[in-house]
T-cell receptor, first 112, second 111 residues
């Protein structure tokens, strides 16, 4: 079974803090993705990576950066957290186009 | 631009059949995924359609018409555990497997 894990289920941070969200997959997948999910807006792609050290902007990259130093690990960084980044963050991984993305359990981030 | 349209909410009774429609406009198209997401949980894969037509998988079937930009998910013999959101996600053809998700259809199954 594919397993995608995220470092925290719930996180509370203060405005201006630097926040790291970590995602690890155990299936040697090439592609990894970070989404945020907000009521009424659905899942929106922040960044994705198709190989180690490679990254591509998604639809809403502003205020975020990512790091992929190892194949199994993809980190999302909020350089200076803001209240409008309060959201559910979902990580996903996949092997090839046409194959499903497997999602982690999500991190619910609250920025005060 | 990219646009995915699904009904926001649907209700049905246990044992019934429900059809969840999705229309999409995307720049480039490879295929279309359907995911199920229970409240507070991660989305899980239901189906993937590349070719036109109906694909059946147990109680769930998915249909695709590429020329019309239209898909539907058909759920038969509804059970209470089918109460969830259903996400339509067309896949672009950039080679990077970039999915665009609709806002999802929340299905409530009542006894």
């Amino acid at each position: 079974d594919v397993k995608v894990t995220q470092s925290s289920r719930y996180l509370v941070k203060r405005t201006g803090e630097k926040v790291f969200l970590e995602c690890v997959q155990d299936m040697d997948h090439e592609n990894m993705f970070w989404y945020r999910q907000d009521p009424g807006l659905g899942l929106r792609l922040i960044y994705f990576s198709y190989d180690v050290k490679m990254k591509e902007k998604g639809d809403i990259p502003e205020g975020y950066s990512v790091s992929r130093e190892k194949k199994e690990r993809f980190s999302l960084i909020l350089e200076s957290a803001s209240t409008n980044q309060t959201s559910m963050y979902l990580c996903a991984s996949s092997f090839l186009p046409g194959e499903t993305q497997y999602f982690g359990p999500g991190t619910r981030l609250l920025v005060l | 631009g990219q646009n995915i349209d699904q009904p926001t909410e649907m209700t049905a009774t246990e044992g019934a059949i429900v059809q969840i429609n999705c229309t999409y406009q995307t720049s480039g198209f490879n295929g279309l995924f359907w995911y199920q997401q229970h409240a507070g949980e991660a989305p899980t894969f239901l189906s993937y359609n590349v070719l036109d037509g109906l694909e059946e998988k147990g109680r769930f079937s998915s249909f695709l018409s590429r020329s019309k930009g239209y898909s539907y998910l058909l759920l038969k013999e509804l059970q209470m555990k089918d109460s969830a959101s259903y996400l339509c996600a067309p896949e672009g053809n950039t080679g990077f497997q970039k999915l665009v998700f609709g806002t999802g259809t929340r299905l409530l199954v009542s006894p």
